[in-house]
């Protein structure tokens, strides 16, 4: 059964600007603690252009708004955060290709985007990235949903638990032990992008 459809996705793109837009303020927090404060205005800079440059295109697929969405991110983000974004909906984008994207698919392509973001970033499970995240997801998708939002509890457990980790990759690792005690900020930002696929997919 088909779970997310052509508008699906763009509704998907959507709602993550206007999370971005309504947390700017936590996520430049969050960067300002561990980072470099840019996170907040990366997130919201991107996902503008990218609801932009959807905005008025009629998309074949799932697959092709998804592409649009990488490519915009990866060309318009300065930060870390956006190429890795755009890797992740990149893959995404491939394994969707000539599909409709069921439970079965959404999970392939979540797995395939976690691990694109691993490779590129050259990170590991517990680094405190992003990936910590990505990674639980693709998990979570392996056993029956029953309730989407569950999905959203394991995602916001995790972004707990990349509190007490010490970064090991991206600026957050120039603080060493010091980057102990806070959330990463793309865990925050990854768990609103999911946040709001639960709601697309809640219908
Ligand atoms: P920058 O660090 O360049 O200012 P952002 O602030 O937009 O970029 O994004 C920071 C986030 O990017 C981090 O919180 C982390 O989740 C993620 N990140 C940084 N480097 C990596 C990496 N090598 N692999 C995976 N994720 C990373
Ligand atoms: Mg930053
Ligand atoms: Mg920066």
Request: aromatic fraction near 8%; include cysteine.
């Amino acid at each position: 059964m088909t779970i997310l459809t052509t508008d699906g996705a763009k509704q998907w793109m959507f709602s993550i600007k206007e999370r971005m837009e309504k947390n700017i303020d936590q996520l430049t927090a969050l960067d300002q603690a561990i980072g470099d404060g840019d996170h907040g205005l990366n997130m919201v800079r991107g996902f503008t252009e990218v609801s932009g440059k959807i905005n008025n295109v009629t998309y074949g697929s799932v697959s092709d708004v998804l592409k649009s969405a990488a490519m915009t991110l990866s060309a318009k983000v300065g930060g870390a955060s956006g190429p890795l974004y755009g890797t992740a909906f990149l893959a995404m984008s491939v394994v969707f290709q000539d599909k409709e994207v069921d439970q079965q698919v959404l999970k392939q392509g979540i797995v395939e985007a976690a691990e694109s973001i691993k490779k590129r970033g050259n990170v590991e499970l517990g680094d405190k990235t992003m990936y910590d995240v990505w990674f639980q997801v693709g998990e979570v998708l392996d056993s029956e949903i029953e309730d989407w939002n569950d999905v959203a509890e394991v995602c916001q457990a995790m972004i707990e638990d990349t509190r007490e980790l010490e970064a090991s990759k991206g600026r957050a690792s120039y603080l060493g032990n010091q980057s102990k005690g806070h959330v990463d900020p793309g865990s925050m930002s990854s768990f609103y992008i999911f946040e709001a696929l639960v709601e697309v997919l809640k219908g």
